[in-house]
């Protein structure tokens, strides 16, 4: 019989709502794994060089269902990421919405091993 053992805290990662992204910003990554939320899928980001996310130096991120980057991800030819894709996001800005938030803009490439 083999034992099985995990943390809650070893499968976190912050996320990185619309709020946490500037216009500049970019981060390169692996991402290591996906998961649904009430808001949609989101993707679990391990970091090449940590970031800054609230205070705290973070190695792995989430990224939430922000439109903006799955936008960047259907644009890209994609519907999602999967577990082993390299990632660069950059943040280009904003752009103002009827919906009263402004949408998060990206830059995304994605090197998806064969």
């Known amino acids: 019989m083999t034992m099985h053992k995990g943390k ?16 500049g910003l970019r981060l ?3 991402c290591s794994r996906t998961f649904e939320t009430q808001n949609g899928t989101c993707f ?9 996310v609230n205070g705290a130096l973070e ?8 439109k903006g980057f799955h936008m960047a991800l259907n644009a890209a030819g994609l ?7 390299k990632v660069i996001i950059e943040c280009t800005g904003t752009t103002e919405t009827s ?8 830059n995304l490439a994605v090197d998806r091993p064969d």
Do not use: Y
């Open 59 to 66: 190695k792995k991120v989430s990224i939430g269902a922000l």
């Open 79 to 85: 519907e999602t990421l999967e577990v082993g894709d």
């Open 99 to 106: 919906k009263g938030n402004p949408r998060v803009d990206f």
């Open 28 to 30: 390169e990554g692996v």
């Open 44 to 52: 679990e980001i391990t970091l090449r060089n940590p970031t800054k």
């Open 8 to 23: 809650t805290s070893d499968a976190q990662a912050p996320m990185m709502g619309a709020k946490t992204w500037k216009k």
